[in-house]
């Protein structure tokens, strides 16, 4: 059984997360545009993890006995300035995602559903990953500036990163 308030607040979650996959994609696309092929791997993977997330709190309310209603996603951004204009959008949109779970685990609090408040615990840890690694990104490219060599060796590194293991589908 599902409290209906907390089924509402999860479906718009689901639509959040999706958002951020086709976000990551369309930043990908972005950066395959620019030949930058490490960075269009990562935002790949990014938006992997974010259709993750997305089945994520699917699964959970169907679980809860709920129903996982799909609604429309808005288009996302095409085009952006710089590299650094991408990543610091990709931190604006984590900071954004970091707020809308928190206000989850304050409804669960209040609604003493101590079931989904446990089952977002995943997602409170996995906020502080996610912005830890743009901000890591963002200091490089600081760093960086205009070196042409240096989005070069970026773009390598980038490119190195492996997909997560699945995220279980209950946490
Ligand atoms: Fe789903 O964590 Fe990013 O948005």
């Known amino acids: ?14 639509n959040k997360e999706f958002f951020s996959s086709y976000l990551y994609l369309s ?3 972005y950066f395959e545009s620019k030949n930058l092929t490490g960075m269009a791997a990562w935002m790949k993977i990014q938006a992997d993890e974010e259709h993750l997330h997305a089945m994520k709190f699917y699964a959970y309310v169907i679980q809860k006995g709920g129903r996982a209603i ?11 300035k710089s590299v650094l204009d991408v990543f610091e959008d990709t931190y604006t949109h984590e900071q954004f995602i970091t707020a809308s779970i928190d206000e989850l ?3 669960s609090l209040e609604l003493k559903d101590h079931a989904t408040n446990n089952f ?3 997602f409170v840890t996995e906020q502080v990953e996610e912005e ?6 963002i200091d490089d490219l600081k760093m960086i ?12 590194e980038l490119g190195t990163r492996q997909p997560a293991p699945p995220a279980p589908a209950a946490a």
């Open 1 to 14: 059984m599902i409290n209906e308030k907390i089924e509402k607040a999860l479906n718009a979650q689901i």
């Open 27 to 29: 930043m990908s696309s």
């Open 70 to 80: 799909l609604a429309s996603i808005e288009p996302p951004k095409s085009d952006w």
């Open 105 to 107: 685990v304050n409804l």
């Open 120 to 122: 977002l615990q995943w």
């Open 132 to 137: 830890a690694n743009v901000t890591k990104i």
């Open 145 to 156: 500036g205009d070196n042409s060599y240096g989005i070069f060796m970026l773009d390598r």
